[in-house]
């Protein structure tokens, strides 16, 4: 199966005419007839002035025409291959908050209830080391962050099929050992791509990292190199890949965002914004407003957009200032607009509007009844989800509007596939609740067995579940439990 989920970048890479790759390739495993079937649809210029405009062709019949590495770069690839692959597939789960990072998965067929005892449990890895980081998963591995006392965290890989450890590779060192309240530890989600991976370990240590054995391709401090400033419980951003670019948040005057490349590891651009915010504990996401493509990320003196491009500062909503200190939901855009959530302040929605080729955010509701949680929030159809300190709501997005709240198990984190939110409490019940704006229904409750010992009484269960491939992911420091809810 790994071959077969390399195979549209093996094309596209490859030198090799595509008609002896279609025969090298033609056995790897089943699936990859109906890639060789699969009907795939072209643009007359990116094929040959001689085919009609638009028309089908098969992989073998595409492997006999006359330009084939003029054609590996194009659709075979990126609208062929993947699409197919990807529709005959299960849905992986391969960075922070999912596919689209919004913590929501395209998966179908799920259990819409669960019995008293919970969806079967699989299995149980118990060694995996302490950390807030949840899982990537794609395919037939797992990968994700951990940390073994304070001199050591790591990149680990895992077997989704048993929770074997495959691999496990040191990072660096945990950040801010004596922060307070203390809970140091790894808290970085992997973002995976292809054959490699991006980790940031939480002293702000960046690496990419092949996915077959661990090994370090290239690395990068966000302290060091950058003049990194993170807050005090140190680095927890997830890095976001944009094409050719990783997009991370080094915090303070130097680079506030940063833009790498992702196969070198060289610099891009750098954003240095005045206030020289530190990094907080959330993660950007790409938007798209008046036709200006941007990285928007939650910073400790409020939510910010930069350029794509350029890393231009383009506007500020400084407005979601936790009074904790605690800047963590990632921000959900959708709609034209974005919401965000803070600790301790409230949590709120604006609409990016342009004029006179600027970006100017416009509040459109805010206020302490909102969701701002550290488990964030996602937004289903037209409503958005989330826990506030001690309930589970539904709100029109657009709006603000309340539909409902429940105590439910809040707070908790969550994440949503199928109409379905699965929610993770901080008290480490994890919860099947039915994604309506029509009423509250929990569709079934339990506790992982063998809750782990917390560190001090206030530390509680932060990560977040994943929902990947008709398994359901539930990290709790150095225990991950994987259940069927397929």
Not at 15 to 43: C, G, Y
Not at 316 to 343: L, M, Q, W
């Amino acid at each position: 199966m790994d071959q077969l989920a390399q195979l549209p970048e093996r094309i596209c890479a490859s030198t090799v005419p595509l008609r002896r790759l279609a025969a090298q390739t033609s056995n790897i495993e089943p699936e990859i007839t109906q890639v060789m079937n699969a009907k795939i649809s072209f643009p007359r210029s990116r094929i040959t002035r001689h085919r009609p405009r638009r028309g089908t062709l098969t992989l073998p019949e595409l492997a006999g025409m006359s330009s084939p590495r003029r054609l590996l770069a194009t659709c075979v690839g990126l609208f062929g291959l993947l699409a197919v692959v990807g529709s005959a597939s299960a849905k992986d789960w391969p960075q922070w908050r999912g596919p689209n990072r919004d913590g929501v998965s395209e998966e179908k067929g799920l259990r819409k209830e669960w019995p008293k005892e919970g969806p079967a449990l699989l299995w149980r890895a118990s060694d995996i080391g302490r950390g807030y980081s949840t899982p990537a998963v794609v395919g037939e591995r797992l990968y994700l962050l951990a940390s073994e006392g304070a001199d050591n965290e790591l990149v680990e890989s895992l077997a989704t099929k048993d929770g074997k450890k495959l691999w496990s590779t040191r990072l660096g060192t945990v950040g801010n050992p004596k922060q307070q309240p203390n809970f140091p530890a790894a808290r970085s989600t992997p973002t995976v791509e292809g054959e490699f991976l991006y980790a940031l370990g939480s002293d702000g240590d960046l690496a990419c990292l092949e996915i077959a054995s661990g090994k370090i391709r290239w690395k990068q401090s966000l302290r060091t190199d950058f003049g990194g400033k993170p807050g005090s419980w140190a680095y927890a951003e997830s890095p976001l890949l944009d094409g050719d670019t990783l997009i991370c948040t080094p915090g303070g005057s130097q680079a506030t965002i940063l833009a790498l490349n992702k196969q070198t590891g060289e610099v891009v651009w750098k954003c240095a914004l005045p206030e020289a915010d530190e990094a907080a504990y959330s993660s950007a996401i790409t938007v798209e407003a008046g036709g200006i493509k941007q990285y928007v990320q939650l910073l400790q003196k409020g939510l910010v957009g930069v350029e794509a491009k350029t890393g231009k500062f383009l506007w500020r909503y400084a407005k979601p200032v936790s009074v904790y200190g605690a800047n963590i939901p990632t921000p959900v855009a959708a709609d034209g607009a974005i919401y965000v959530g803070s600790a301790g302040t409230g949590g709120g929605a604006v609409k990016l509007n342009a004029k006179n080729g600027s970006i100017e955010p416009e509040p459109l509701y805010f206020g302490p009844k909102y969701p701002t949680a550290i488990g964030g929030a996602v937004k289903i159809g037209n409503y958005l989800y989330g826990t506030t300190g001690q309930t589970l709501e539904c709100l029109e997005f657009s709006t603000g509007v309340v539909k409902w709240e429940d105590r439910s198990i809040a707070p908790g984190s969550l994440c949503s596939a199928d109409g379905l939110l699965f929610v993770h409490g901080e008290n480490g019940d994890v919860a099947l609740v039915e994604a309506s704006p029509d009423a509250y229904r929990e569709q079934g409750r339990f506790t992982p067995a063998g809750q782990p010992k917390k560190s001090n009484p206030m530390e509680k269960a932060w990560a977040y579940p994943v929902a990947a491939n008709g398994h359901l992911f539930i990290r709790d420091h150095d225990s991950l439990w994987c259940y069927d809810v397929k």
